[in-house]
């Protein structure tokens, strides 16, 4: 399953609990348990999710706890010689909308997921029952990706609606687009996804959507061109290093933007496709609506509309303001309808 469709989909489930005239071992109640391999990007989803839906998100990694913490210690009464237990530390007590999150759940020991089994199925744990406004989810990794994963109990298991995370790199990208990402990255993704997701549990690094972000970071602290390699190996891993330094060299030799913009007509144009992708990302990353009479001049003279639209694509996503410019309308009515629309 694409992150993209469990992101819409954990939408549903938030909609529809809320939506519940009670929560309390109902069972129509539906808690997500979200599983991918590392660094795919479900935590960030369910932040991005929470903040677009207007809820504030509560994250319990419960295998940083031992099970006295998360079941609440006992508080004994000296008096009747009995004892309750205080209120687990994540539980919120307001009726604030909120999305009490677990995530890395696999990776706690059974005792702690028997505890959050029982938060799942009744919504209390203990005597402690869970404001009427607090929804929850999961996610973890699966005992394949050797992340430190245990067993998980089957009652939990059958408390859970499980959607396996697959890579998705048409998704990356457009989160990609939306946070600003260097050309470089997006490009490279773009022209070869099969390195998007490459998670090796032999190796130190290896690539993930998680670890091109980082590489992005790197990117932008302006290293030289030794120690910015040593970085990203350290990143992304050797094997993705090799095929992305190569790309990087491929994308920093490109003809100058300011050129192109400056004489559309005549400034050279690539013919190997991975340089059109480095090209079309780079335009895509330069364009406004100032120059964009310059840019549709120049995408009509490529080969493949395809590229044309790959660049007219990610530039909208970059810079929504060139949908006022008259240029790029133009284009997308009559060239590119059929390609973007």
């Known amino acids: 399953m694409k992150l993209s469709n469990a992101k819409k989909i954990a939408q549903s489930f938030i909609e529809s609990n809320a939506a519940l005239s009670t929560t309390a071992n109902n069972s129509e109640y539906l808690v997500p348990m979200l599983w991918s391999l590392p660094?795919?990007?479900?935590?960030?989803?369910?932040?991005?999710?929470?903040?677009?839906?207007?809820?504030?998100?509560?994250?319990v990694v419960a295998?940083?706890?031992?099970?006295?913490?998360?079941?609440?210690?006992?508080?004994?009464?000296?008096?009747?010689?009995?004892?309750?237990?205080?209120?687990?530390f994540f539980l919120p007590t307001s009726d604030e909308k909120t999305i009490l999150f677990f995530d890395e759940l696999p990776q706690a020991p059974v005792a702690n997921q028997n505890i959050i089994a029982q938060c799942v199925n009744e919504r209390r744990i203990g005597e402690h029952v869970l404001p009427r406004n607090t929804l929850m989810v999961c996610a973890g990794n699966p005992m394949s990706s050797r992340a430190g994963t245990n067993?998980?109990?089957?009652?939990?298991?059958?408390?859970?609606?499980?959607?396996?995370?697959?890579?998705?790199?048409?998704?990356?990208?457009n989160y990609a687009l939306a946070k600003g990402f260097l050309p470089e990255v997006t490009g490279f993704i773009n022209d070869r996804p099969e390195f998007l997701q490459k998670f090796d549990p032999n190796q130190d690094a290896s690539p993930s959507p998680r670890s091109w972000e980082r590489a992005n970071a790197i990117l932008n602290i302006g290293l030289g061109s030794e120690l910015e390699a040593d970085a990203l190996k350290g990143?992304?891993?050797?094997?993705?290093?090799?095929?992305?330094?190569?790309?990087?060299?491929?994308?920093?030799?490109?003809?100058?933007?300011?050129?192109?913009?400056?004489?559309?007509?005549?400034?050279?144009?690539?013919?190997?496709?991975?340089?059109?992708?480095?090209?079309?990302?780079?335009?895509?990353?330069?364009?406004?609506v100032e120059n964009s009479d310059a840019l549709v001049t120049y995408l009509r003279r490529f080969n493949q509309l395809e590229f044309a639209a790959f660049l007219m694509r990610d530039a909208l996503q970059r810079n929504?303001?060139?949908?006022?410019?008259?240029?790029?309308?133009?284009?997308?009515?009559?060239?590119?309808?059929?390609?973007?629309?």
């Open 151 to 173: 067993p998980m109990p089957s009652h939990l298991k059958d408390r859970l609606t499980h959607f396996h995370i697959e890579t998705d790199h048409v998704g990356f990208r």
């Open 320 to 341: 929504p303001e060139l949908k006022k410019s008259k240029a790029i309308v133009s284009w997308i009515m009559k060239e590119g309808k059929d390609l973007l629309l």
């Open 39 to 59: 660094g795919e990007g479900k935590t960030s989803m369910i932040e991005a999710l929470a903040e677009e839906m207007g809820y504030k998100v509560v994250t």
């Open 63 to 88: 295998a940083q706890f031992d099970a006295g913490e998360l079941g609440g210690f006992p508080m004994v009464d000296t008096e009747t010689k009995t004892y309750n237990r205080a209120r687990p």
């Open 235 to 288: 990143q992304i891993g050797e094997a993705a290093l090799a095929d992305f330094t190569g790309y990087l060299r491929v994308y920093r030799d490109l003809p100058n933007s300011e050129d192109i913009f400056a004489d559309p007509e005549n400034t050279m144009m690539p013919e190997r496709a991975d340089v059109m992708y480095a090209l079309c990302s780079m335009l895509a990353h330069k364009a406004t």
